[in-house]
């Protein structure tokens, strides 16, 4: 199950998150009813959401998803979510700039820099 961002009608930035970790620990794990509990019972709300703005840097999106045990976080600018920054993103950016700069030092090395 992915992750879900709830907007209101009214805004768009997220009033809430659910995940199939929250269905996990507040339904399953508890005993709960699928069928019956509502989705505003075991949701995160948006006071709680971890976010980023497009000026937050690869290193801090990686620290806030560790600090909050998150894997996506919604980008939002001036009050809008504009995107979503997930584990899998943070990952890539970091090992195309490894490659580079192993292809770099062995330029380097080999004397073709």
């Not at 699928?34 to 937050?56: D, G, N, Q, Y």
Request: contains cysteine.
């Amino acid at each position: 199950m992915p992750l879900c961002f709830i907007h209101s009608k009214t805004h768009c930035k997220p009033s809430a998150a659910f995940a199939f970790s929250d269905y996990l620990k507040k339904v399953i794990l508890q005993g709960l009813a699928s069928a019956t509990t509502k989705v505003s019972r075991i949701m995160t709300p948006s006071e709680e959401l971890a976010v980023l703005t497009p000026e937050h840097s690869v290193l801090e999106a990686m620290d806030l998803m560790i600090k909050y045990n998150v894997r996506h976080v919604p980008v939002i600018d001036q009050h809008c979510m504009v995107g979503v920054m997930s584990m899998k993103d943070v990952v890539k950016v970091l090992l195309d700039d490894q490659k580079h700069e192993i292809d770099s030092l062995k330029d380097y090395i080999h004397g073709s820099w």
